[in-house]
């Protein structure tokens, strides 16, 4: 894959994994018992939307260029990044299983990479 399809890919991720993190605080702001205009008028859940559509978007027309089995593996970026985002913006905790998974998760996408090339 060229560097732009690349770059692209991995700003796909990113928006994914940051989609994610507004999909939490969408639902930290829902009562209890939340009423249709909650959901409506959830500004959280509004942007993350927006965003997943935008993404989305180019995601599909990174895929016009690049071929699945060389950007998909790319996703599993996420598993990674969501967790860093949730431990730094919302004060989740990062267990050992996250590193080691997460891990075990690049290993596979290096080897994803490697056999596609």
């Not at 994610?20 to 939307?49: E, H, Y």
């Not at 599909?60 to 970026?77: C, K």
């Not at 431990?87 to 997460?102: A, N, V």
Request: hydrophobic share 65%.
């Amino acid at each position: 894959m060229s560097l732009l399809l690349t770059s692209l890919t991995l700003l796909c991720v990113l928006g994914i994994s940051v989609g994610q993190l507004l999909f939490k605080k969408a639902a930290m702001m829902l009562p209890a018992q939340p009423a249709l205009t909650d959901w409506i008028f959830n500004g959280w859940l509004i942007v993350a939307l927006a965003l997943y559509g935008v993404t989305t978007l180019l995601w599909i027309w990174v895929l016009r260029s690049a071929p699945l089995h060389l950007a998909y593996p790319f996703m599993g970026l996420a598993f990674l990044i969501v967790p860093a985002l949730g431990w730094l913006f919302l004060k989740e905790p990062l267990h050992l299983q996250t590193f080691i998974g997460g891990a075990l998760i690049l290993a596979g996408i290096a080897v994803a990479g490697r056999a596609s090339a």
